[in-house]
């Protein structure tokens, strides 16, 4: 017999025939997540940053998850809007990551705090080795989205983060400038 897969939509990251699921993430639910406390409480709490579109399936051994993010442009203060970033619960589990549209950046962050950034863009491909914390940073105008591929049993470590990524985005006048970050 034949059964239609999901599809994606390859410009825009756009899924249809699921089973699908939907998370959209606020500024509300980024507590300590940006440098600039103040201009966080400033915004408006309700502002979706990102949401994440997966094709549902079982957890079980072996199976893999895809999903994709859809991360908006914005900053608060002057740090582009990110994903919060994590190390996966099960900490050799690595993930793939394909730029669909936009432009941003990839940021990892190994065990030691050593930091590195990808480039972002549609077509570009990302080889997130196990070990490896990782967040999306939209520097641009438009969303950022990217598709990812992940072990169902790989699981998120958000804690093993709370004193968050050494490597921050930042716009100066109107440029985009790396700041190390460490949080006191
Ligand atoms: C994962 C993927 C990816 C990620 C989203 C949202 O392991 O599930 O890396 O789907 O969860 O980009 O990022 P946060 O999970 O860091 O909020
Ligand atoms: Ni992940």
Not at 124 to 135: D, E, L, N, Q, Y
């Amino acid at each position: 017999s034949i059964t239609q897969p999901p599809q994606v939509a390859w410009a825009s990251g756009q899924f249809t025939n699921g089973p699908l699921i939907r998370k959209s993430t606020r500024l509300q639910n980024l507590t300590h997540v940006f440098m600039d406390e103040k201009a966080w409480l400033a915004c408006d709490p309700q502002q979706i940053v990102y949401d994440v579109e997966m094709v549902d399936s079982a957890p079980i051994a072996g199976a893999l998850y895809t999903g994709v993010t859809h991360l908006q442009p914005g900053k608060v203060g002057d740090e582009y809007f990110m994903t919060r970033g994590h190390f996966h619960a099960q900490r050799e589990q690595g993930e793939v990551y394909y730029g669909l549209r936009g432009s941003g950046l990839l940021l990892l962050q190994d065990e030691k705090g050593t930091a590195r950034l990808e480039p972002v863009f549609p077509g570009s491909v990302h080889i997130i080795p196990g070990f490896t914390a990782h967040r999306l940073i939209n520097t641009g105008n438009d969303i950022l989205s990217a598709l990812a591929v992940w072990p169902c049993a790989a699981g998120h470590d958000y804690a093993a983060l709370t004193q968050g990524f050494n490597l921050r985005v930042v716009e100066e006048v109107g440029r985009v400038q790396l700041k190390e970050y460490h949080h006191d």
